[in-house]
């Protein structure tokens, strides 16, 4: 939002007036819904007031700070929701009732919150529109799809059933990456401490001889050196670098682009294809679940693009819905992102013609569904060479550069 120096002429008298909008033309509109018996001269654009600029600084502080609400809190929630519409309780004592029982302070206030407008005669979908960075666009849909329909019971339990898969799914992919994250944070803290307390010992040794080092006892020798006078540093500069990189990540959008246009080349092995598989699976579940509850397919593909974290991909996904509003047909502009294979493009094909487009993206959901727990099922399997090549690196690295100088030494007392 922008702020504007709007002239007004009341009663023959000219006065200025600070405004919030988003550009010059709704800056007028407003100052004209505002002083209806007023003429607007001109609108100037200017700086935000000073007390303002503070108030956004410290919600942005705050926001950063802001713990984010577990999926799980989110689900149960919604599942209670559902049963007790679906019960006929009226919708203001069943968020009463959610805001007491749940255990999530920022869940209880919101909805509270929510419960507070529908009791002065919004709708839910206009009180829970606020909080749609909480709740993602999926819930605002289905809210939305519950209140015309009449059926708010079916849509959150549709919503639930929506959340309940994405949260298994990264749950999957977590656990499957915990094991190998574990051996290798233990085996850099193995290393980093024989540098540390083994390597000293043979310093001496080595300064002894007036002999050229090989290059693995040189790289010992400056790794320790490095740890020994400047280990806190580089932890300092390290956390520093990764907490960089995710504010780059969440406030630039350029950033944020690259970033993501990395992850997904096809040189980040495994990486790449999980990224793929996960977003593609979420992309296409929220879509057939929209699409079967009767959702337009427009207003379909506009919620569940939003769902796609990887900016790369949300671009390819952005051009579907442009391109049927052209007059090409839903598998004709997904086959223009290169993002479906060819026997999956036929059977949306197929099911556009047949009337049967949603039982056909159920099957499309299914095969990435399949894709992406087969990655994960042998992620293990995997990343274990992967990880035995640099676990051997590291042994390599620590014995040649302990033992060859050694054998230097030994050939030299000869």
Do not use: C
Not at 81 to 93: K, R
Not at 246 to 270: C, G, R, S, T, V
Request: no cysteine; aromatic share 8%; glycine share 6%.
């Amino acid at each position: 939002m922008k702020y504007f120096n709007v002239t007004i002429v009341e009663k023959g008298k000219k006065r200025q007036e600070m405004l919030k909008a988003n550009n010059k033309i709704e800056a007028v509109k407003l100052a004209k819904e505002q002083f209806p018996i007023a003429m607007v001269t001109k609108a100037v654009e200017t700086a935000a007031p000073l007390e303002d600029s503070f108030e956004e600084l410290l919600s942005g502080v705050k926001g950063a700070f802001k713990k984010k609400i577990p999926l799980a809190d989110k689900i149960s929630t919604i599942r209670q929701i559902a049963v007790m519409t679906d019960a006929g309780i009226a919708i203001n004592d069943t968020l009463l009732e959610v805001s007491i029982n749940t255990e999530n302070e920022q869940l209880k206030e919101i909805y509270a919150k929510i419960n507070s407008d529908i009791n002065a005669g919004k709708s839910l979908f206009e009180a829970i529109t606020p909080y749609s960075e909480e709740f993602g666009n999926v819930a605002l849909a289905m809210t939305n799809l519950g209140e015309r329909t009449g059926n708010l019971s079916e849509a959150y339990s549709k919503l639930g059933d929506i959340m309940e898969t994405i949260q298994n799914n990264a749950s999957k992919f977590k656990k499957a990456i915990r094991s190998p994250m574990i051996t290798l944070g233990a085996m850099a803290g193995a290393f980093t401490i024989l540098i540390m307390v083994v390597v000293p010992k043979f310093k001496g040794i080595f300064a002894e001889f007036k002999t050229e080092l090989p290059m693995p006892t040189k790289v010992l020798l400056n790794l320790e050196w490095a740890f020994t006078n400047y280990g806190l540093y580089i932890i300092i500069l390290l956390v520093a670098l990764v907490n960089v990189i995710k504010y780059l990540y969440k406030n630039n959008e350029d950033a944020k682009y690259q970033m993501d246009k990395i992850m997904i080349h096809p040189k980040f092995i495994l990486i790449n294809k999980a990224i793929f598989l996960s977003t593609m699976h979420r992309y296409n579940l929220v879509f057939g679940e929209l699409v079967k509850s009767g959702i337009p397919v427009s207003e379909a593909l506009d919620t569940a693009v939003n769902m796609v974290d990887n900016a790369v991909l949300k671009e390819k996904l952005l051009t579907v819905n442009g391109n049927i509003g052209r007059g090409m047909s839903l598998a004709e502009s997904f086959d223009i992102t290169q993002l479906y294979e060819n026997m999956l493009l036929q059977m949306i094909k197929a099911g556009e013609a047949g009337g049967q487009l949603d039982a056909m993206l159920d099957k499309v959901t299914t095969y990435y569904e399949n894709q992406f727990e087969e990655l994960i099922d042998n992620l293990s399997a995997y990343i274990e060479p992967i990880m035995g090549v640099f676990i051997a690196g590291l042994v390599l690295l620590m014995a040649l550069g302990i033992f060859l100088p050694m054998w230097d030494i030994g050939n030299a007392v000869k």
